[in-house]
């Protein structure tokens, strides 16, 4: 599925010095989103910081959203992930996407300005009408959770 999405550039870097993001192959679900930095930032293990990416999306349909994701290399090898979890942007957000990158790992990180550290997904949405009952129909799983099915 393609959609066009609004961007704005919000650091002249873009273009003169970094390439705006693109996905890296055909298939590619994630575009790799920046370190807008002025200068590295070192993050010490524990540490949390919050980057901005030098551009802002208006995603717009109700029927999208993105998320913010961590780049796997990074996250496994270095521990570098994000300090929300994932990202989630609303279809009308229009401010600086910002990405919360989070030090789990064991050792200091430094974040190089125009370092690719995050990635960008767009995603459908189902927007949920909620219908309040006093019983579920029955289902084969009922209330069992967390672990309830076993390991093996
Ligand atoms: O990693 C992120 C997460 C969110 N946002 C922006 C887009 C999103 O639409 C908005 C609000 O995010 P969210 O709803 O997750 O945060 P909140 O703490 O609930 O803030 P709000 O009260 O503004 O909804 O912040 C980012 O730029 N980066
Ligand atoms: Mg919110």
């Excluded at 010095?17 to 192959?25: D, E, F, Q, R």
Aim: with cysteine; charged share 15%; net charge negative.
């Amino acid at each position: 599925m393609q959609h066009t999405l609004e961007l704005k550039v919000l650091d002249a870097r873009f273009g003169e010095v970094w390439p705006l993001p693109a996905y890296a192959t055909e298939a590619s679900a994630g575009l790799d989103l920046r370190a807008a930095l002025e200068a590295p930032l070192c993050l010490a293990p524990g540490d949390a910081a919050l980057v901005p990416s030098g551009l802002a999306i208006h995603i717009g349909d109700p029927g999208l959203c993105a998320v913010i994701l961590p780049r796997s290399g990074l996250g496994h090898k270095h521990g570098i992930v994000l300090g929300n979890g994932t990202g989630l942007i609303d279809a009308d957000y229009q401010g600086p996407l910002m990405i919360s990158v989070w030090n789990r790992g064991a050792g200091p990180f430094t974040i190089e300005p125009g370092d690719r550290i995050a990635q960008l997904v767009v995603l459908p949405i189902v927007r949920a009408r909620l219908q309040v009952v006093e019983e579920f129909e029955a289902s084969a799983r009922g209330t069992g959770g967390f672990g309830h099915t076993g390991v093996r």
